[in-house]
């Protein structure tokens, strides 16, 4: 899968090379069914923004939450929550920190403006050339 998933201020979080392998690759597929289009990535521009803002990591219900933003082939950010767990840590703080491979759960939250999202895909002029 392409890589779509731009990281900044890295040295604060410190995401793993692993972390970030599965991130990309599940929310990547998951940004697809959603928006029910498997060609998404090489039809569409989409990047996902994680560390541009600041990503406020929270631990609730063995889980943890994360603020990202996507920008769009309409060149706009939109901001929502992503969240990770895993039953192999007990820190649950350190899994983005840790080697994931096969053993994180990466989602969308409720938040995630799909309906805004499907709308631009629906749009010809938006399409890559």
Known sequence: ??????YFNEEKYNFSDSFKRELNIQLGSQLKEHLGYENLFNDYFFNLF????????????????????????????????IAWTSDAFKDKMKIHQSETEG??????????????????????????P
Not at 106 to 114: A, G, H, K, W
């Open 1 to 6: 899968m392409e890589n779509w998933v731009s």
């Open 50 to 81: 994680i560390g541009m803002k600041e990503v406020n990591m929270v631990e609730s219900d063995s889980h943890i939450y994360a603020n990202v933003e996507i920008i769009t082939p309409d060149s706009r950010g939109r901001a929502f929550t």
């Open 103 to 128: 053993k994180v759960q990466i989602y969308f939250c409720s938040d995630l403006p799909s309906k805004e999202l499907k709308k631009i895909i629906l749009n010809p002029k938006e399409k890559r």
